[in-house]
């Protein structure tokens, strides 16, 4: 096989099939198909090996998402009251509560008796601010959960329930102080990033910069918008540049091109691949000090694809990283499939590399003004892959793009 045969590997089928099991699994034909496809996996093997693959790429969606979706007809422990025990994934702080979304692995009687269960996302509301809580955290609580159930009183009224479903978040719970039994930091390397981000916050808040300036700041590399208040949220939204407050390929690209420069000095001394490792080194501590969204997580292996496509000195296919990023992304979080971000970062990245060159009217030989219409371009391709989708979850159409 040559290199330009590895890198011309057809990953978009075989990412579609993955897609598919997972759909399969949600819409409830999870053992029916399961068993037809590993059948068809089988019998294909013998005729033909690339649709035998494919075949067990959608079992082998269907099977991570039976591990890792709890689905609205498995919640059986609505009504009930428990003692859990998980890690705190998600904090989003308001006026009067600490809302988190809580993993649960363990559930039980007491806090001694504690048993294992299969994953289950839950959404905590605890009525104060002692103690801060801070993902990565192990808790132990005790409380009666409850089926979230989104209401709808007007026609295109947007409950919020409807998110936390969407998200695959089917339970709640109402906990206090009282309730709290062990709350244990992050241990190991989650701890250190923790320290780091306390660190940063310590840092900017401590600094002469205005509270506006601190804000803007702790956001744009943390990735944490918690404290950022309304009046900033609004000018943004105004101005049509919200999406900058989001973590996203834009701000990975900053740092890879950042690091590249500061680094500078190991490509002239002739140890460029040294470079590009510590480019990608740092390109995924910021994906993992951010949070790991699916933005960050797909333009951090897409810039890794590239950069050791550099190193090998083979050449890469954009579109196969793309996929390449969707296919590992759902393999540790089949839920993102169905999350609004996911959907929205994927369609716009896949949209720009298959018709921006198209899109472009001015000939790549007149370099300067090629380059000056990819922006029009891009910004045009981007809002093709994306208008469905902001379309049906927010019922308009995008035009910022203009």
Not at 18 to 43: Q, T
Not at 255 to 276: E, K, Q
Not at 375 to 401: D, K, Q
């Amino acid at each position: 096989m040559t290199r330009n045969d590895i890198a011309s590997i057809p990953l978009l089928p075989i990412t579609v099939c993955f897609s598919f099991g997972i759909i399969l699994y949600v819409y409830g034909l999870g053992l029916v198909s399961g068993v037809i496809l590993l059948l068809a996996a089988i019998f294909l093997a013998f005729i033909n090996s690339y649709y035998s693959t494919l075949a067990l790429a959608g079992v082998l969606g269907l099977c991570q998402a039976y591990i890792n979706i709890p689905l609205e007809s498995d919640v059986g422990m609505a009504g009930k009251q428990y003692v859990l025990h998980g890690t705190i994934d998600e904090i989003t702080v308001s006026d009067a509560v600490q809302s988190l979304v809580v993993s649960i692995d363990s559930a039980g009687s007491a806090p001694n008796n504690l048993s294992p269960i299969k994953k289950t996302k839950l959404s905590v509301i605890y009525p104060d601010f002692i103690p801060e809580f801070k993902a990565g955290e192990k808790l132990v609580f005790g409380t009666l959960l409850e089926k979230i159930t989104a209401t709808y009183d007007l026609p295109d009224e947007i409950d919020p329930a409807e998110f936390l479903i969407k998200k695959g978040i089917f339970l709640r719970a109402y906990v206090t102080s009282e309730n709290i039994y062990s709350l244990q930091e992050s241990t190991g390397f989650a701890g250190f990033i923790s320290q780091c981000r306390a660190g940063i916050f310590s840092i900017i808040n401590e600094s002469d910069l205005s509270d506006d300036s601190k804000e803007l700041l702790i956001v744009m590399l943390t990735g944490d918008s918690s404290e950022l208040n309304e009046r900033t949220r609004e000018m943004f939204t105004i101005a049509g540049i919200s999406h900058i407050l989001a973590i996203s390929g834009l701000h990975v690209g900053i740092i890879a091109f950042l690091v590249s420069i500061a680094l500078w000095p190991l490509y002239i001394s002739g140890h460029g691949n040294l470079r590009w490792l510590l480019v990608c080194l740092a390109v995924w501590f910021f994906a993992i000090f951010t949070g790991m969204s699916p933005s960050v997580i797909r333009a951090a292996i897409m810039t890794t694809v590239y950069l050791f496509a550099r190193i090998l000195r083979r050449n890469s296919s954009s579109l196969n990283s793309l996929c390449l990023a969707a296919i590992i992304i759902l393999l540790f979080n089949p839920d993102a499939l169905f999350q609004t971000g996911f959907q929205l970062s994927f369609a716009a990245v896949a949209s720009i590399l298959l018709f921006a060159r198209s899109l472009n009217p001015v000939s790549p030989r007149k370099q300067f003004a090629y380059n000056l219409m990819s922006y029009i371009a891009v910004s045009v391709s981007a809002m093709l892959g994306t208008s469905i989708i902001s379309a049906f979850h927010f019922h308009s159409f995008p035009v910022y793009f203009l």
